[in-house]
């Protein structure tokens, strides 16, 4: 029986944790969000596609963060968001990695940076994300409009 690639299993992981999660089972769901993310990060730097390995820990993150939300662990959100973030902007600045990956990332990092600002207008101040917009400078203009 031949071995499913990593990206496959990463869809299959997700697929059924969403349904779970739609069905509001968020135990059932958590296990599928992190092995999905599991995945994408142990495929970061291997896989040939990256934008699809990129987009595939981007939405791994952000899945589970959701459904952190969900279960009321609006910190472990917060947390998962910021990681996803910082990932994409040390490796759009790596220049140990393939160009492909770092121009990906720096793609990505716009969604990531977006979910960062819409979680403090739905939330409001969070520390974890206000430190990590600050440290990235991509609140620029921002921070007047979120008082």
């Given at each position: 029986?031949?071995?499913?690639d990593?990206?496959?299993?990463w869809?299959q992981h ?12 968020h ?8 092995q999905?993310l599991l995945l994408?990060e142990?495929q970061?730097?291997?896989?040939q596609?990256?934008?699809e390995?990129?987009?595939a820990?981007v939405?791994a993150?952000?899945n589970?963060?959701d ?8 910190s ?9 973030h910082q ?14 990956l770092?121009?990906a990332?720096l ?8 979910e960062?600002?819409s979680?403090l207008?739905?939330w409001?101040?969070n520390?974890?994300i ?7 400078h991509?609140?620029e203009?921002?921070?007047?409009t979120?008082?």
């Amino acid at each position: 029986m031949a071995r499913q690639d990593p990206m496959a299993q990463w869809r299959q992981h997700t697929r059924l944790a969403n349904h779970h999660f739609a069905e509001g089972n968020h135990l059932a769901a958590l296990p599928g969000y992190r092995q999905a993310l599991l995945l994408a990060e142990q495929q970061l730097l291997r896989w040939q596609d990256a934008d699809e390995v990129v987009a595939a820990l981007v939405v791994a993150c952000h899945n589970l963060a959701d459904l952190m939300m969900a279960m009321g662990e609006d910190s472990n959100a917060a947390t998962l968001l910021c990681q996803a973030h910082q990932c994409l902007l040390q490796l759009s600045h790596s220049s140990h990695c393939r160009n492909a990956l770092r121009v990906a990332a720096l793609n990505h990092s716009r969604y990531t940076q977006m979910e960062l600002l819409s979680f403090l207008r739905k939330w409001g101040p969070n520390i974890a994300i206000q430190t990590c917009l600050d440290q990235c400078h991509c609140q620029e203009g921002v921070s007047h409009t979120l008082h």
